[in-house]
């Protein structure tokens, strides 16, 4: 395992220009913004505004931070009118304001990031303030005392303490870039490092920790709230699904911080019955930087399973390998463009192939019993197995039934049902003689070659002086399989998930006034989830079994029939499901979610009430099946409207009491479904609308549907 890191450095000369009005930022000689340079960022504009103006609305739940305070002279007494600038430490993008006549100044909307704090007064020596970390929406409180003296005479403070959040009541704990590269975390999943914090606990599988288990991070209860119950937010804009998966788990070689919030007194953050796992990407300086790491096992390293030590089986090939790197800094083109204190950009990609040996014991029948013939069968006791012939079955006035069994328990040739026969015939023969019926006789060995990508862009723009912007986009795909212990068509355990997902993010900080600024953000995120099966892919062909075509033209996909043993080895799965979960957000959260294919099928031979023979396979090669069922799904257009609105106010009564008030109103509709298919209940006193066709009676019970202008029917 390796890790290689490199920067170039070039200092940016930043001079704070006298103002009345704003703060200007300038480099040496030749440094000036050409024409080129603003016909390329009106180029970079106009994708950033897509952002604005696809839909419009108030600033909901948010990432940013803030930073208010108070400038006083050496008697403690305030300073109005004193100019305070706040400036990125790694892009030298900043914002000015101006503090009140008590000597009051605020930023709010501040991106998370390492300040500088710089404060100027008339016959005051310049103030600065370096290292002044903001973090995810923390509400930093931090006074300034200026000293007599020239505006030519600075006077630099360099922290050495965090500053304490004192600001809000607002509850959580930031897992910043050092504590997410540095504590161990052998699933680079940065939301699994929040065990770390207080009051979180973890009941997922332990295993289960890659990019592509989103349904065991889900497993997370934060301050005692429920599983499944969490919020998560990348860049501001949610990624959780209907079910309270994030719907992607960003790499570690992209993320800035996340910061788990136990518990949000701030009416800033809503919907959620647990906690909240708020994630900033990270994003370019104008220093170029980067990263590269890469960990690889081979099969060798390894050790053996139990059963295939005991069968003689040699470990599955099984080699891991996972690699990862980010560059970013500012976007910078020879004679063209030099975006440094303007532009940046930021790339990052991780990529995995993850392959887990495993094996197990199977029963399976021997190469008689798929033949029918049981007479070398015995019972755990060591008698001989009896199979009777369920169309001799008899009732008897006590109400119990009684059979013969089969002469020397042989099935005859005529008796056997070709579907059950073509069914037995994908069995694999046993490795070992099994001791009576039910006793695992095959050693069955599979390896689970899951693969997971993930690419990450990321661009920061100061538009205009009073306008600064952001875009984001994760690409993640991953494909996770079974083990596919038998092989074929056939094979128990032989279903794969499928996910591709994208991601994005656009934020907006309009600075209105020194006091005013607005935010404005567009999200969408897109989460197709596919369960299939190897014989669905290959398009599996039913009437090789035996099936009619006439059946197999009205049953849901072309897959083995699942087939459900009682002792011996069941085969095929019925992991058949296709959905798709879209949502989009801007302000409060609206999403829309399309379930494009959701259904199961299972199939065996016709039902018969007399079916019984005292073996399932026995059962199988009669064609007598204890159930059978073929599903047919309706695709469906399911979808939920969410509002939220919110407004949030802090007062700062005292150098050591802050008041916050806020109120939230937020409003869900529930699911619906655009064409009134989804069911929802079952009315058992509404009249039947049958009843119209009915004499003598009056049938009652309706279902209902969800959706607009839903009716009963």
Same mark, same amino acid.
């Given at each position: 395992?390796?890790?290689?890191? $490199?920067?170039?450095?070039?200092? *940016?000369?930043?001079?704070?220009?006298?103002?009345?009005?704003?703060?200007?930022?300038?480099?040496?000689?030749?440094?000036?913004?050409?024409?080129?340079?603003?016909?390329?960022?009106?180029?970079?504009?106009?994708?950033?505004?897509f952002g604005i103006f696809t839909v419009a609305g108030l600033l909901a739940q948010s990432y940013y931070g803030g930073l208010r305070g108070a400038i006083r002279d050496p008697n403690g007494q305030a300073v109005p009118n004193a100019r305070v600038a706040l400036i990125d430490?790694?892009?030298?993008?900043?914002?000015?304001?101006?503090?009140?006549?008590?000597?009051?100044?605020?930023?709010?909307?501040?991106?998370?990031?390492?300040?500088?704090?710089?404060?100027?007064?008339?016959?005051?020596?310049?103030?600065?303030?370096?290292?002044?970390?903001?973090?995810?929406?923390?509400?930093?409180?931090?006074?300034?005392?200026?000293?007599?003296?020239?505006?030519?005479?600075?006077?630099?403070?360099?922290?050495? @303490?965090?500053? @304490?959040?004192?600001?809000?009541?607002?509850?959580?704990?930031?897992?910043?870039?050092?504590?997410?590269?540095?504590?161990?975390?052998?699933?680079?999943?940065?939301?699994?490092?929040?065990?770390?914090?207080?009051?979180?606990?973890?009941?997922?599988?332990?295993?289960?920790?890659?990019?592509?288990?989103?349904?065991?991070?889900?497993?997370?209860?934060?301050?005692?709230?429920?599983? $499944?119950?969490?919020?998560?937010?990348?860049?501001?804009?949610?990624?959780s699904d209907w079910q309270g998966r994030p719907i992607i788990i960003p790499s570690i070689e992209t993320v800035a911080e996340v910061k788990v919030q136990a518990n949000t007194y701030d009416s800033e953050m809503g919907r959620t019955g647990g906690g909240v796992f708020n994630?900033?990407?990270?994003?370019?300086?104008?220093?170029?930087?980067?990263?590269?790491?890469?960990?690889?096992?081979?099969?060798?390293?390894?050790?053996?399973?139990?059963?295939?030590?005991?069968?003689?089986?040699?470990?599955?090939?099984?080699?891991?390998?996972? $690699?990862?790197?980010?560059?970013?800094?500012?976007?910078?083109?020879?004679?063209?463009?030099?975006?440094?204190?303007?532009?940046?950009?930021? *790339?990052?990609?991780?990529?995995?192939?993850?392959?887990?040996?495993?094996?197990?014991?199977?029963?399976?029948?021997?190469?008689?019993?798929?033949?029918?013939?049981?007479?070398?069968?015995?019972?755990?006791?060591?008698?001989?197995?009896?199979?009777?012939?369920? *169309?001799?079955?008899?009732?008897?006035?006590?109400?119990?039934y009684t059979r013969l069994p089969f002469p020397n328990s042989v099935i005859p040739a005529n008796r056997l049902n070709t579907v059950g026969k073509n069914i037995a015939s994908y069995y694999p023969l046993p490795t070992s003689l099994p001791s009576f019926y039910g006793d695992?006789?095959?050693?069955?060995?599979?390896?689970?070659?899951?693969?997971?990508?993930?690419?990450?862009?990321?661009?920061?723009?100061?538009?205009?002086?009073?306008?600064?912007?952001?875009?984001?986009?994760?690409?993640?795909?991953?494909?996770?399989?079974?083990?596919?212990?038998?092989?074929?068509?056939?094979?128990?355990?032989?279903?794969?998930?499928?996910?591709?997902?994208?991601?994005?993010?656009?934020?907006?900080?309009?600075?209105?006034?020194?006091?005013?600024?607005?935010?404005?953000?567009?999200?969408?995120?897109?989460?197709?989830?596919?369960?299939?099966?190897?014989?669905?892919?290959?398009?599996?062909?039913?009437?090789?079994?035996?099936?009619?075509?006439?059946?197999?033209?009205?049953?849901?996909?072309?897959?083995?029939?699942?087939?459900?043993?009682?002792?011996?080895?069941?085969?095929?799965?019925?992991?058949?499901?296709?959905?798709?979960?879209?949502?989009?957000?801007?302000?409060?959260?609206?999403?829309?979610?399309?379930?494009?294919?959701?259904?199961?099928?299972?199939?065996?031979?016709?039902?018969?009430?007399?079916?019984?023979?005292?073996?399932? @396979?026995?059962?199988?090669?009669?064609?007598?099946?204890?159930?059978?069922?073929?599903?047919?799904?309706?695709?469906?257009?399911?979808?939920?409207?969410?509002?939220?609105?919110?407004?949030?106010?802090?007062?700062?009564?005292?150098?050591?009491?802050?008041?916050?008030?806020?109120?939230?109103?937020?409003?869900?509709?529930?699911?619906?479904?655009?064409?009134?298919?989804?069911?929802?209940?079952?009315?058992?006193?509404?009249?039947?609308?049958?009843?119209?066709? @009915?004499?003598?009676?009056?049938?009652?019970?309706?279902?209902?549907?969800?959706?607009?202008?839903?009716?009963?029917?």
């Amino acid at each position: 395992m390796s890790r290689v890191r $490199w920067k170039s450095d070039n200092p *940016l000369d930043l001079k704070l220009r006298n103002s009345t009005s704003r703060v200007f930022w300038s480099r040496g000689k030749g440094q000036t913004c050409s024409r080129r340079a603003y016909v390329a960022s009106a180029a970079i504009a106009m994708v950033l505004l897509f952002g604005i103006f696809t839909v419009a609305g108030l600033l909901a739940q948010s990432y940013y931070g803030g930073l208010r305070g108070a400038i006083r002279d050496p008697n403690g007494q305030a300073v109005p009118n004193a100019r305070v600038a706040l400036i990125d430490e790694s892009t030298s993008v900043g914002r000015s304001t101006i503090t009140s006549s008590d000597g009051e100044y605020a930023f709010n909307q501040v991106i998370p990031s390492t300040y500088s704090v710089v404060a100027e007064a008339a016959g005051f020596k310049k103030f600065q303030r370096k290292r002044v970390l903001i973090a995810t929406q923390e509400q930093i409180t931090l006074d300034l005392n200026l000293e007599l003296g020239e505006l030519t005479q600075t006077v630099t403070v360099t922290a050495e @303490v965090p500053l @304490v959040q004192t600001s809000d009541a607002s509850q959580g704990q930031v897992l910043n870039d050092q504590q997410l590269t540095e504590l161990p975390n052998i699933g680079r999943n940065p939301f699994i490092l929040s065990k770390v914090a207080q009051n979180v606990i973890q009941v997922g599988n332990p295993v289960m920790n890659r990019m592509q288990d989103q349904s065991s991070t889900a497993l997370t209860s934060v301050a005692g709230g429920m599983l $499944w119950q969490n919020n998560f937010f990348i860049d501001g804009v949610p990624i959780s699904d209907w079910q309270g998966r994030p719907i992607i788990i960003p790499s570690i070689e992209t993320v800035a911080e996340v910061k788990v919030q136990a518990n949000t007194y701030d009416s800033e953050m809503g919907r959620t019955g647990g906690g909240v796992f708020n994630t900033i990407l990270k994003s370019g300086s104008n220093n170029f930087h980067g990263t590269a790491y890469g960990a690889i096992r081979r099969t060798a390293l390894n050790a053996n399973l139990f059963f295939n030590n005991a069968a003689g089986i040699p470990r599955g090939s099984s080699p891991n390998d996972n $690699w990862a790197g980010n560059f970013g800094g500012p976007v910078w083109i020879p004679k063209v463009y030099n975006g440094r204190s303007r532009t940046f950009f930021f *790339l990052a990609l991780e990529g995995y192939n993850n392959s887990e040996a495993s094996s197990t014991r199977f029963y399976v029948p021997t190469a008689l019993e798929r033949a029918g013939d049981f007479s070398q069968t015995k019972t755990p006791g060591g008698a001989p197995y009896v199979i009777y012939d369920p *169309l001799t079955t008899v009732g008897n006035r006590v109400g119990s039934y009684t059979r013969l069994p089969f002469p020397n328990s042989v099935i005859p040739a005529n008796r056997l049902n070709t579907v059950g026969k073509n069914i037995a015939s994908y069995y694999p023969l046993p490795t070992s003689l099994p001791s009576f019926y039910g006793d695992p006789d095959l050693t069955a060995a599979g390896v689970a070659a899951s693969r997971g990508r993930q690419y990450v862009a990321k661009v920061d723009h100061q538009i205009l002086h009073w306008w600064q912007a952001s875009l984001s986009y994760l690409r993640y795909y991953s494909i996770e399989p079974g083990a596919n212990y038998f092989g074929g068509p056939a094979s128990p355990d032989q279903w794969a998930l499928s996910r591709k997902v994208d991601a994005t993010a656009i934020n907006n900080l309009f600075t209105i006034s020194p006091t005013t600024v607005l935010a404005v953000r567009y999200g969408f995120n897109r989460f197709p989830n596919v369960f299939y099966t190897t014989s669905e892919i290959e398009g599996f062909d039913g009437s090789t079994l035996g099936f009619p075509r006439s059946f197999l033209d009205e049953a849901m996909g072309r897959a083995f029939p699942t087939i459900s043993m009682t002792t011996a080895s069941g085969l095929a799965n019925s992991n058949h499901s296709w959905n798709t979960f879209v949502n989009n957000s801007v302000s409060a959260i609206v999403s829309k979610s399309h379930f494009s294919f959701n259904g199961a099928f299972t199939q065996s031979s016709p039902i018969n009430p007399a079916a019984g023979t005292g073996a399932d @396979v026995a059962d199988m090669l009669l064609g007598y099946a204890a159930s059978g069922s073929a599903s047919l799904a309706t695709r469906l257009t399911d979808y939920t409207h969410y509002y939220s609105f919110y407004g949030q106010d802090d007062f700062r009564l005292t150098s050591r009491l802050t008041v916050n008030l806020g109120l939230r109103w937020e409003r869900e509709n529930g699911i619906q479904e655009e064409q009134d298919r989804l069911y929802v209940n079952f009315d058992k006193q509404a009249v039947n609308p049958l009843a119209a066709n @009915v004499t003598g009676t009056s049938p009652k019970g309706v279902i209902q549907f969800a959706g607009s202008g839903a009716s009963p029917r």
